[in-house]
């Protein structure tokens, strides 16, 4: 056999062959256990006719399907049959290592006589006879057997294997993170050219799992991004951010730490399940274990095995003392001024094979998450001290408004009382006319008491009590309740079944749907109809009402439930629509106009949404839009 001397890899890899089929092949001189240090006279030796066309036309197909193919599947199959047909292996496998168990995963098979076998992974170890690929996994160095049989490694899946080549997919970090292997019925059937074309294969496979690991993770910042623009929720944001930064990072749990009004201590305000009950009252002093000192310094931090640092103290670990390992951590900023700390951790890794810290990578990619939550806090205070002025501003108005009709009701109370005492003065006092200036003036102090409701409850619509609720329940007992007999005015309910649960102010709600419907029946005709419907909000709802607007959290599934309250009223003028949830803005003659206000104000605080999609002489149409609880996943630490 001739072999060319020159490696697609670095200068540091080591190779190990066999030794029995090391010496047939290169000779005795070869024993070093690295091809850099090849006899000369390998220099001098032809490449075999036609090897180099297989070997470049092998690596443009794959070339081609690095550029065109999205699932990383697809690819490790390509990748797979090419280095087959290229060695003329008749059996193979990619391998992906599980670090969490410690296995390689059959990923990817070739060749016949897999569909009968019922491993699927094989334990991960440098020791000899737990397999090549183990032994290739575990050291990340290229192994190449020509008798099978008389190898301290190898461990039989199939009797007719005789020649096996195993090469490792070695990312960036030094990591091995796969393995491809390739068997041949035949002795000594791969030469040292076939080693090169798999490593070459073998390398590109890594870049290939790289990309899609690169390509996921941005996917998920841009939606981690979309949904902190649009979260109101605070709680929910923290809770989004810890799971979100777990997830990315291959962690087994997350935590966000806010640092408290008196800068001395961090309170944790987001984490998984196993700290789930500690939110606000666990703590950290500024400069107390590794998280305290994040926040002291403003940096940064990882570690490998946290045991091994000074600083730890494991106050409050997610994972059990014993399991926990490596550990990052870096700082939140809104602006210049620190906010607080995100920090992940990650348990031992099976055996001490492998590594299971996190990478410079991992540090940039929850750096930018920490970017990302403390934008998404700064827009946060942003729109609630913009709210804040705009209920500040409704409120001055209110107030005025309220003076002023305030003031005309005591003036008539007033006149009334001076007409009672002119009455009480008279020698015959008429009944009569006594209990007409009563009734007048109780009229007056009803007034009065409906300007003082109002007021109030436009002051407490955002003042919530949250409460996991069935909307459909909550609709049936409003019309129940308040509608139990049917007038001029049919009512009708369309609830849908097996709504999700959304966290809702009872009381709230229920004053908001009164108020929708209470509108509805004073403007219906007689024999007319309002319907009340409960339903999902998806995306076909998203697309028949563009009017509405729309937040990110909505297009999970069972992400939200609509409300919707329909009449056959005169509707809403378009002039009208605009101005329809303003303060003060009315159509009749009573009440200050503050009815559809206080109910936009309730929905608001609910992070839902509101609007009026009907036609002018066809009726009106409200939807109320409201998030669902979020359903959650299978019970694990977090």
């Known amino acids: 056999m001739k072999h060319p001397h020159t490696l697609p890899f670095p200068p540091t890899a080591r190779t190990f062959y066999n030794t029995e089929w090391t010496e047939r092949l290169f000779g005795r001189d070869t024993m070093s256990e690295t091809l850099y240090e090849q006899p000369e006279s390998l220099e001098a030796e032809a490449t075999p ?59 990817i098979t070739a060749g016949q006589g897999w569909d009968e076998k019922p491993i699927r992974a094989l334990k991960v170890t440098g020791e000899p006879g737990h397999g090549i690929t183990s032994w290739v996994a575990a050291t990340g160095v290229p192994y190449v057997s020509g008798d099978v049989r008389r190898d301290p490694h190898y461990v039989m899946l199939f009797p007719d294997v005789r020649s096996e080549i195993a090469v490792p997919f070695v990312n960036r970090d030094g990591r091995t993170v796969g393995v491809l292997d390739v068997e041949s019925e035949q002795t000594d059937a791969f030469s040292h050219q076939d080693l090169q074309l798999l490593v070459a294969l073998a390398a590109q496979a890594t870049i290939a799992i790289s990309v899609a690991n690169y390509r996921a993770r941005e996917a998920a910042l841009i939606d981690i991004g979309n949904e902190l623009a649009s979260s109101t929720d605070m709680d929910e944001l923290f809770q989004c951010v810890v799971r979100c930064s777990a997830e990315l990072l291959r962690a087994d749990d997350c935590s966000l730490f806010e640092l408290g009004p008196d800068r001395s201590r961090l309170i944790l305000r987001g984490s998984g399940r196993l700290l789930e ?56 900023f809104l602006r210049s001024e620190l906010w607080g700390v995100l920090r992940v951790v990650r348990r031992k890794a099976m055996g001490s094979i492998f590594r299971n810290d996190f990478t410079a990578r991992d540090e940039k990619l929850l750096t930018t998450l920490a970017r990302q939550v403390g934008a998404a806090i700064m827009q946060q205070r942003l729109v609630d001290r913009q709210l804040q002025m705009e ?19 005591v003036f008539a109370l007033k006149g009334q009382l001076n007409e009672l005492e002119y009455l009480a003065s008279q020698p015959r006092l008429a009944r009569e006319d006594v209990l007409d200036v009563v009734q007048r003036s109780r009229g007056s102090v009803y007034q009065l008491e409906e300007i003082l409701n109002e007021f109030r409850d436009f002051l407490m619509a955002t003042h919530l009590e949250r409460k996991p609720t069935d909307l459909n329940e909550l609709a049936a007992s409003v019309l129940r309740e308040n509608f139990a007999k049917q007038g001029p005015v049919a009512l009708h309910a369309e609830l849908e079944e097996g709504l999700p649960p959304a966290a809702v102010d009872g009381a709230k709600l229920r004053r908001a749907l009164s108020e929708l419907l209470e509108n509805a029946v004073n403007h219906q005709p007689e024999g007319g109809q309002i319907r009340v419907v409960t339903g999902r909000w998806g995306q076909e709802e998203r697309e028949r009402y563009p009017e509405l607007p729309f937040r990110a959290e909505w297009a999970r599934p069972g992400g939200a439930v609509r409300l919707e309250v329909i009449d056959q009223g005169p509707g809403i003028p378009p002039a009208n629509k605009a101005r329809l949830f303003t303060p003060f803005f009315t159509t009749r003659s009573k009440g200050m106009g503050l009815g559809l206000s206080i109910v936009k104000g309730i929905i608001d605080a609910h992070q839902g949404a509101i609007g009026e999609v009907g036609e002018e002489g066809r009726g009106a149409h409200f939807i109320i839009v409201l998030p669902a609880l979020r359903s959650e996943g299978p019970e694990g630490k977090a």
């Open 49 to 107: 006719a036609g090897a180099d066309a297989v070997e470049l036309e092998s690596f443009y197909r794959v070339g081609r399907f690095l550029s065109s193919i999205l699932d990383i599947d697809a690819l490790l199959k390509a990748i797979l049959e090419e280095g087959l047909n290229a060695v003329n292996g008749n059996r193979g496998f990619v391998g992906l290592i599980n670090r969490s168990t410690g296995e390689l995963e059959f990923r």
């Open 277 to 332: 009950n500690l939110l606000g009252s666990q703590t950290y002093a500024v400069g107390e274990g590794l998280t305290g000192w994040v926040a002291q310094h403003g940096e940064p931090v990882r570690v490998a095995n946290v045991r091994e640092d000074p600083r730890w103290k494991g106050l409050y670990p997610e994972l059990h003392y014993e399991a926990i390992e490596a550990y990052m951590a870096v700082p939140i």
């Open 391 to 409: 209920r500040m501003a409704a409120w001055g108005e209110m107030s005025a408004r309220s003076a002023h009709m305030i003031g005309n009701k």
